[in-house]
């Protein structure tokens, strides 16, 4: 079995267990979705959630298609890839999306600082397609084989270039996160805080991981190889993303029953002819009126 014959199989294993991962975590996360997203208004936090999701599916099923079917007898591949890289760009702008929103909520709704998320997401987005393009143009990324149909299954060296700067996106939420956390919320021991905080962590390394192995795959390893971890970065991006939300929503959830909890305590223990209300304080434990 020749080198490229094992480059392009290991990259067909990798992408089936992709398409199989997010699959499998679809069916084990519908019962939330369905409890915490199904029934509420369709505001942005709604839709960007449902591209996420659903995208993702779409992307790495394309992916798959691709990797498992022998398109060699195709004269072009062309509009299938760009719907494919379509679909892959909004998928992962939809799931930075989400850790946008994340990170807003973290900072007090702090609306300068939503401004400047977008911009700089905006200016990643184009500052990476354009890079790419240019790279391509100026054939600066090696071309798989003698391929000229698009039709075989794997990616010039131009992709480390929107890794990079998926990267540097990462590093400024990430830093933006932790500054926030040691500055503002010290000693806060907050179940929300501790769940929007140790979420976006994890998120951001993931995908931090993720895109830097991308990145060394692109530059070092041989073409057939390039697409190895193209769809389980973008299940990655996905699964992650929707788990966020999740993740936040039980927990708004949790603390509006703690506090109902609290007010409902607080009613039975009226006394006989008084309007004062006693209640137990969540913090200290002591019985205030």
Same mark, same amino acid.
């Given at each position: 079995?020749?080198?490229?014959? $094992?480059?392009?199989?290991?990259?067909?294993?990798?992408?089936?267990?992709? &398409?199989?991962?997010?699959?499998?975590?679809?069916?084990?996360?519908?019962?939330?979705?369905?409890?915490?997203?199904?029934?509420?208004?369709?505001?942005?936090?709604?839709?960007?959630?449902?591209?996420?999701?659903?995208?993702?599916?779409?992307?790495?099923? &394309?992916?798959?298609?691709? *990797?498992?079917?022998?398109?060699?007898?195709?004269?072009?591949? *062309?509009?299938?890839?760009?719907?494919?890289?379509?679909?892959?760009?909004?998928?992962?702008?939809?799931?930075?999306?989400?850790?946008?929103?994340?990170?807003?909520?973290?900072?007090?709704?702090?609306?300068?600082?939503?401004?400047?998320?977008?911009?700089?997401?905006?200016?990643?987005?184009?500052? *990476?397609?354009?890079?790419?393009?240019?790279?391509?143009?100026?054939?600066?990324?090696?071309?798989?084989?003698?391929?000229?149909?698009?039709?075989?299954?794997?990616?010039?060296?131009?992709?480390?270039?929107?890794?990079?700067?998926?990267?540097?996106?990462?590093?400024?939420? &990430?830093?933006?996160?932790?500054?926030?956390?040691?500055?503002?919320?010290?000693?806060?021991?907050?179940?929300?805080?501790?769940?929007?905080?140790?979420?976006?962590?994890?998120?951001?390394?993931?995908?931090?991981?993720? +895109?830097?192995?991308?990145?060394? $795959?692109?530059?070092? $390893?041989?073409?057939?190889?390039?697409?190895?971890?193209?769809?389980?970065?973008?299940?990655?991006?996905?699964?992650?993303?929707?788990?966020?939300?999740?993740?936040?929503?039980?927990?708004?959830?949790?603390?509006?029953?703690?506090?109902?909890? &609290?007010? +409902?305590?607080?009613?039975?223990?009226?006394?006989?002819?008084?309007? +004062?209300?006693?209640?137990?304080?969540?913090?200290?434990?002591?019985?205030?009126?």
């Amino acid at each position: 079995m020749s080198a490229t014959t $094992i480059g392009y199989q290991t990259a067909q294993y990798f992408t089936v267990g992709a &398409m199989a991962a997010v699959v499998f975590d679809y069916c084990l996360t519908i019962p939330q979705e369905v409890q915490l997203i199904w029934g509420r208004k369709w505001d942005v936090i709604r839709v960007v959630f449902t591209l996420t999701r659903y995208v993702t599916f779409m992307g790495t099923a &394309m992916t798959t298609y691709a *990797a498992v079917t022998d398109r060699s007898h195709y004269t072009s591949c *062309a509009n299938f890839n760009a719907v494919s890289y379509s679909s892959h760009l909004i998928s992962i702008v939809a799931a930075e999306g989400l850790l946008i929103f994340r990170t807003y909520a973290f900072w007090h709704q702090n609306k300068k600082l939503l401004v400047f998320l977008l911009v700089l997401a905006a200016f990643s987005i184009v500052g *990476a397609i354009g890079l790419t393009e240019v790279v391509n143009i100026l054939h600066l990324a090696d071309p798989i084989g003698d391929d000229q149909t698009g039709c075989m299954f794997g990616s010039g060296r131009g992709s480390a270039v929107e890794y990079g700067f998926l990267i540097l996106y990462e590093l400024v939420l &990430m830093i933006l996160t932790i500054y926030k956390r040691f500055d503002y919320y010290k000693g806060v021991r907050s179940r929300l805080v501790t769940t929007l905080y140790r979420d976006g962590i994890i998120y951001m390394t993931c995908i931090t991981m993720a +895109s830097f192995a991308n990145i060394v $795959i692109a530059l070092v $390893i041989p073409g057939t190889y390039t697409n190895i971890l193209d769809a389980p970065q973008l299940v990655i991006h996905g699964v992650l993303a929707s788990r966020i939300l999740f993740n936040l929503r039980q927990s708004l959830e949790s603390d509006s029953m703690a506090i109902d909890g &609290m007010l +409902s305590l607080a009613d039975t223990r009226r006394t006989p002819g008084s309007h +004062s209300i006693v209640f137990v304080n969540p913090n200290s434990g002591t019985v205030e009126g």
